[in-house]
Nanobody, 126 residues
């Protein structure tokens, strides 16, 4: 099990940028596939982006392709989500998630992840 703490959320105008961070506890961060999800009021939690253990593979939801970039620094036990050209529809609570993996694959479903952070609010004003 790994503990996850997100940071970097806030209020930004449409077209602006934010960088979310997800700090993980433990010494085996490189064994975990990482994902970012979001949940808007009244909606289900949805996949945003995922990255494989070593960072060689990434996956994105169609709604964020070309605007968001997921990355990780295994030496710092941290995953990141760089969000550019933000839109009001990106407003949500953003969650970091982790699952210990033996394969270098990216997971995109909420049920595939075992550990979750507490979430950080991102609000994009028009």
């Amino acid at each position: 099990q790994v503990q996850l703490v997100e940071s970097g959320g806030g209020l930004v105008q449409a077209g602006g940028s934010l960088r979310l961070s997800c700090a993980a506890s433990g010494r085996t961060f490189s064994s975990y596939t990482m994902g970012w999800f979001r949940q808007a009021p009244g909606k289900e939690r949805e996949f945003v982006a995922g990255i494989s253990r070593i960072g060689g593979l990434t996956s994105y939801a169609d709604s964020v392709k070309g605007r968001f970039t997921i990355s990780r620094d295994n030496a710092k036990n941290t995953a990141y989500l760089q969000m550019n050209t933000l839109k009001p529809e990106d407003t949500a609570v953003y969650y970091c998630a982790a699952v210990r993996s033996v394969t270098p694959l990216v997971r995109t479903s909420t049920s595939s992840y075992d550990d979750w952070g507490q979430g950080t609010q991102v609000t994009v004003s028009s």
